[in-house]
């Protein structure tokens, strides 16, 4: 019994942990921009990150999040971390 009180805790505090750590939208503009800029410097100089990163719709998941523009997923989010996929910067 203790183990199973034990690991209840111990899920309990994750779960606690993800949805304090939880993206906003404004982190995954940010990260999306950053991206952006880095992948592409002339994209990043015309703005286009932050074009891509203004037009994006943030999805909150309670323990993750999500952007979406134009039915692509732009990035992903959780435990205080954004990860932007590679489809968002331009080749």
Same mark, same amino acid.
């Given at each position: 019994?203790?183990?199973?009180? !034990?690991?209840? /805790?111990?899920?309990?505090?994750?779960? !606690?942990?993800?949805?304090?750590?939880?993206?906003?939208?404004?982190?995954?503009?940010?990260?999306?921009?950053?991206? /952006?800029?880095?992948?592409?410097?002339?994209?990043?100089?015309?703005?286009?990150?932050?074009?891509? !990163?203004?037009?994006?719709?943030?999805?909150?998941?309670?323990? !993750?999040?999500?952007?979406?523009?134009?039915?692509?997923?732009?990035?992903?989010?959780?435990?205080?971390?954004?990860?932007?996929?590679?489809?968002?910067?331009?080749?």
């Amino acid at each position: 019994m203790p183990k199973l009180v !034990a690991s209840a /805790v111990v899920i309990a505090v994750l779960v !606690a942990l993800a949805v304090s750590l939880n993206p906003g939208p404004e982190e995954h503009r940010a990260k999306i921009r950053e991206v /952006v800029a880095q992948r592409s410097p002339v994209a990043g100089l015309l703005g286009l990150g932050a074009l891509t !990163a203004f037009t994006s719709t943030y999805h909150p998941l309670v323990v !993750a999040s999500y952007t979406t523009a134009n039915g692509r997923t732009l990035s992903i989010g959780a435990f205080g971390a954004v990860f932007v996929l590679d489809s968002v910067a331009p080749d």
